[in-house]
């Protein structure tokens, strides 16, 4: 039995292109390999997303669920998130 499958997709002009270049470039040998390197990079991705969201995410949901008083009126956050991007951006 074949461990692959053949697939026929069509992309838009500007990854055609990027895939083309890749191969072109020498950093892939073939159109295919730049498929797979891209879907693992995805496959990776949403893993360490699922990872983020059970490890930090849910947690912390828990806790606050358990312990409201430990959350932020929505203004103050609202206002400590402007104030950092204030900062960040240099603009007033």
């Given amino acids: ?8 997709i069509t992309l ?18 073939t159109e295919s390999e730049v498929i797979r390197d891209g ?26 669920k358990a312990d409201p008083s430990r959350g932020i009126p929505l203004a103050t956050a609202r206002a400590e998130l402007a104030a950092g991007r204030r900062k960040a951006t240099g603009k007033r």
């Avoid at 055609?16 to 270049?21: F, S, T």
Wanted: net charge neutral; hydrophobic share 45%; proline share 4%.
């Fill in 12 to 29: 838009p002009n500007d990854m055609a292109d990027v895939v083309r270049a890749k191969v072109a470039g020498g950093e892939y040998a």
């Fill in 39 to 64: 879907l693992r990079s995805l496959m990776a991705r949403d893993r360490a997303v699922e990872a983020w969201l059970r490890e930090t995410v849910a947690p912390a949901y828990d806790a606050l």
């Fill in 1 to 8: 039995m074949r461990s692959t499958q053949q697939f026929s």
